[in-house]
């Protein structure tokens, strides 16, 4: 890093990716709530959905485990809510406790969080309201 004018410039970019994989035989879609912002994030069965963090300048807006909480709605009839201070080992807000490392080199991390099928079972009914 190096200063000029009174304004940082940063040399490199430092970025952790954050995986989510949908294995729980069924669609899914992440509703985050962050600060009264709510985002949708889909998840179709079997497939993987990624984000990208860059820890200097990146807007934490829209990052799951930024939320203060989110509901997880599987096949739009069942679902489960987090929030931010629930300690649970399948809380995706907890991404210290609860996401796996799986690669790390300079500047770069990547994490993932795998849903199973009984995340899918452990869950309420929508009652047809499931937004």
């Not at 040399?11 to 985050?32: A, L, V």
């Not at 991404?95 to 899918?120: C, L, P, S, V």
């Amino acid at each position: 890093m190096a200063l000029s004018c009174g304004r940082e410039i940063i040399d490199y970019r430092i970025i952790n990716k954050y995986s989510y994989i949908n294995e729980s035989s069924t669609d899914m879609d992440i509703y985050s709530y962050y600060q009264g912002k709510k985002t949708k994030h889909v998840i179709s069965k079997g497939n993987t959905y990624s984000q990208e963090l860059d820890l200097n300048f990146g807007s934490v807006d829209d990052i799951i485990f930024y939320a203060d909480s989110v509901k997880i709605v599987y096949e739009q009839n069942r679902f489960k809510i987090w929030k931010a201070t629930d300690n649970n080992s399948r809380n995706i807000l907890m991404r210290d406790e609860n996401y796996t490392k799986t690669a790390e080199k300079e500047n770069f991390e990547a994490f993932q969080f795998t849903f199973t099928i009984q995340d899918g079972t452990q869950t309420s009914s929508c009652n047809g309201n499931c937004n």
